[in-house]
Every structure is written in C-alpha cells, then in structure tokens.
C-alpha cells in the first residue's frame, strides 16, 4: 500500500509512478481516513508513504495520520518527501514518530519537483517542467530499490534551517503569508474548492463558501479555482500561473 497526500498533483504522480514499478496500491490518505477513520491499524508488510513538504516538514495532516495508526513494528516503511528545493526535517520527522511506535523508516528519498507556492507571490512564474523529467528518473531508481527491499536512510536528516523554519514564531508567520479567503465577488460558488479540499476546511453554505481553521497549505483550492475566487494572502493566482503536475487533473485530485 502507498499512501499519499497530494495538493496540485507532484506527490500523486510519484506515488503512481512508485505503484506501478512495485506492483502495488495508490490512496490518498483523506479518502483512507474517510474510508477507516481517523485512527486505524495498516498491518502491511510493505508500506510507502508519499508528501509533499510545506514549511520544511510533512502536511500537518498526514501527521496527525501516521501519529494515530498502528503499524506492524516489522513493516518495511518507506518515505518519500516531493518539494521545489529542499526537503526540511520531513523525513527525519516521520521517523521519530515512527520511532515511538516501536516501528522505523527503512528508506527515504527527497525528490526535487517543482514548487505550488511560487505562484502565490510572483506575478509572473516559468515553471522548469524539466525538473520533472530527473524527478521521474529518480522516482524509476527508487522503485527499483523498493522493490527489492534496499534499506537507505542518508536522507533522515535534522538540518538546523528546518528547525528554524519550524519554530513557533516562523511558522505562524509562514501560515500568514499562505492564509486562504474567499473574494465573493469573483467566486462563482461551483463548489470546486470543497471537494478537492483533503481537510474539508472548505465548505458551500447558503451560497457562500465559508474558510474553516484546518487548512493544510496544500494550495489546491487556489490554483484550481477557476474564476479566481480563491485568495493567498488576499491575492488570486492568476490563471497563467496555476500549476498542477501535466496531466493530473482537478478530478483526479478530488476527495472520493
């Protein structure tokens, strides 16, 4: 089983690129929860888990997944962390929690894509789409070591600028900057927004879409919005500038 947890299509295409070379199941981790609950037992043999990084660490969501679930001490567990540049304490993270489950990472690996945040300050983005070309060659690589069990874990580090990233002060500040709002103005209240939302922090009500306290940052909303209705930091994404990974659409992304 991979599970993954994905915004704007990066961590849904490594996971299915990892499926396919490993033989093995794709689910978004919402729809799993939604399915088995917020806690549950995975007792694979094998288990991948697959992210993007948001302020140098794993989505406050798949967090609070792999805290609660029970998993065989046994287990060949493996991560992979997509980012723009680097990967934080993400993969360091998930095994101290791993660790007080009596279970580890046997393998991790950062896989440079490319970023959904750009667009949220620049006017004007050029995607390097070949980024994405070395990504799908690494994610190859890493199937084949899955596949055949390499235990790797270089990649389990703790470097001093995630910490930093992740302190209190830096952090609220980061979720500042990347705070959703809705502009009822442009908003054409099609209902997109809620269903492609992994924390149904989004919610259509009497016509409005209302913004709840959960957000996860993963930017879905805002670069799927396709009147521009969705605000970071009170500013649109303009329609030139939305990214998703080439061929993931609005639909795959949606919670089932």
Request: glycine share 8%; net charge positive.
């Amino acid at each position: 089983m991979i599970l993954y947890f994905s915004g704007t299509g990066n961590s849904l295409h490594a996971a299915r690129v990892l499926g396919k070379e490993t033989e093995d199941t794709v689910i978004h981790v919402a729809d799993l929860i939604h399915q088995c609950g917020a806690c549950t037992s995975i007792q694979n043999k094998v288990l991948g888990f697959v992210f993007p990084v948001y302020f140098g660490d794993i989505p406050k969501p798949f967090q609070e997944f792999i805290e609660c679930t029970r998993f065989s001490p046994s287990a060949y567990i493996y991560a992979i962390a997509t980012c723009g540049s680097s990967g934080g304490n993400a993969l360091y993270h998930v095994n101290q929690i791993l660790q007080r489950k009596n279970c580890r990472l046997s393998y991790g690996r950062i896989v440079p894509m490319i970023a959904n945040s750009t667009a949220t300050w620049k006017k004007k983005v050029t995607y390097e789409y070949t980024k994405l070309d070395a990504a799908d060659a690494l994610l190859t690589r890493i199937g084949a070591d899955i596949k055949t069990g390499v235990v790797d874990t270089k990649a389990l580090k703790n470097p001093l600028l995630a910490r930093l990233m992740q302190s209190h002060i830096l952090r609220r500040i980061g979720e500042k900057r990347f705070s959703i709002s809705v502009d009822s103005d442009a908003c054409t209240r099609c209902g997109l927004c809620v269903t492609l939302c992994p924390t149904h922090n989004l919610l259509l009500s009497h016509n409005e879409i209302h913004v709840g306290k959960r957000c996860s940052y993963c930017m879905a909303c805002a670069h799927h919005c396709p009147s521009g209705g969705i605000l970071v930091h009170g500013r649109a994404i303009k329609r030139e500038n939305a990214y998703h990974y080439p061929g993931i659409t609005a639909n795959d992304l949606k919670r089932r």
